[in-house]
């Protein structure tokens, strides 16, 4: 198994920009998890699904940003416009339901 | 939701013993206690996980007094490659709180030569 991937692993955008983040779940996880890193605040939940569906956003910041999980193997994460307030590392991770597996993140710059 | 408080960072040499002690007093009843480990540049992974007594596996040690109260993560020799951030993590097993996990900001072990 390829494990959780996310892709792009860098990605440099001015600001007002749309920004569109991208993972791949686990075969056969039916969680699938946005996590978001800075320094600051440390690993902080966004948004979970099971079984494609959105169960708890009430850690996404603000109406920019908006996920999305449009069937079992694919999530996205938008975040529009993006501000250089949301530069960060965003993990996405998957689980059966008892622990996670992590992407390797995508670190996001916005200028 | 029971939080969890640990040491922001700690320090060691290589091939000594390392203890991370994580303390959970709201634990309940059906929650386990897990711990990740994470690299630079990479996203956390899992590590270990237990209820009570001790757990070991062929990572990490752990130990979980009679309370629950807390718990601690023992790592064995360490080495540089050691050097991450550890989170100690309470949760239900079987998800019912599952995605509302709090990481928080983790123990980051330095490992000196």
């Known amino acids: 198994d390829a494990g959780v991937i996310q892709s792009p692993r860098h990605e440099v955008t001015e600001m007002g920009q749309e920004v569109t983040l991208r993972c791949k779940p686990i075969?056969?996880?039916?969680?699938l998890f946005w996590y978001r890193q800075t320094m600051m605040r440390g690993l902080e939940l966004l948004i979970y699904f099971n079984n494609n569906v959105p169960i708890d956003d009430s850690g996404m910041p603000e109406d920019r940003f908006s996920a999305k999980m449009p069937n079992a193997s694919f999530s996205t994460l938008k975040i529009q416009p993006s501000e250089p307030r949301d530069s960060a590392v965003y993990f996405c991770?998957?689980?059966?339901?008892?622990?996670?597996?992590f992407g390797s993140g995508t670190r996001l710059t916005v200028v | 939701l029971a939080k969890t408080t640990q040491p922001i960072s700690m320090d060691s040499y290589e091939g000594q013993e390392v203890n991370i002690t994580c303390s959970h007093n709201?634990?309940?009843?059906?929650?386990?206690i897990t711990w990740y480990q994470q690299f630079p540049s990479q996203g956390p992974r899992f590590i270990i996980q237990?209820?009570?007594t001790k757990v070991t596996n062929e990572v990490a040690s752990l130990f979980i007094p009679a309370d629950r109260k807390s718990s601690t993560l023992s790592l064995p020799r360490v080495s540089l490659s050691d050097t991450a951030v550890y989170y100690c993590l309470v949760d239900s097993e079987g998800g019912s709180t599952l995605g509302r996990l709090y990481f928080g900001r983790g123990t980051q072990l330095t490992v000196w030569p």
């Open positions: 709201n634990i309940a009843t059906n929650d386990y």
């Open positions: 075969s056969g996880h039916d969680y």
């Open positions: 237990g209820y009570k």
């Open positions: 991770a998957s689980s059966l339901g008892n622990g996670y597996t």
